[in-house]
Nanobody, 124 residues
Framework: QVQLVESGGGLVQAGGSLRLSCAAS????????MGWFRQAPGKEREFVAS????????DYADPVKGRFSISRDNDTNTVLLQMNSLKPEDTAVYYC?????????????????WGQGTQVTVSS
């Protein structure tokens, strides 16, 4: 099993920044890719960004390209999501996911473990 704990959400004005953290514990050696997803009220969960657990290759959804950056901290088994130039439409609950399968995917139903989520609210 893998346990994921997100932190770093909050309320910020449009144009501001937040950094989300996802701490992984347990059988972390089984993880192949980590991803961030988000779900706004009344909408389906959507892919935001992903990074290989080993580091390197990243993937971003078009709405966040150039504004968000995902990275991996090897020392602390943590994945970070730096969010800049935030917009009101970025408001959502952000979830961290981990996948064992050895290919990269944007489909949330192909991730094996999830955190509890952290709320991000961007005011206009």
């Amino acid at each position: 099993q893998v346990q994921l704990v997100e932190s770093g959400g909050g309320l910020v004005q449009a144009g501001g920044s937040l950094r989300l953290s996802c701490a992984a514990s347990g059988r972390t050696f089984s993880i192949y890719v980590m991803g961030w997803f988000r779900q706004a009220p009344g909408k389906e969960r959507e892919f935001v960004a992903s990074v290989l657990w080993s580091g390197g290759r990243t993937d971003y959804a078009d709405p966040v390209k150039g504004r968000f950056s995902i990275s991996r901290d090897n020392d602390t088994n943590t994945v970070l999501l730096q969010m800049n130039s935030l917009k009101p439409e970025d408001t959502a609950v952000y979830y961290c996911g981990a996948r064992n399968g050895r290919w990269v995917t944007r489909r949330g139903d192909e991730y094996d473990y999830w955190g509890q989520g952290t709320q991000v609210t961007v005011s206009s």
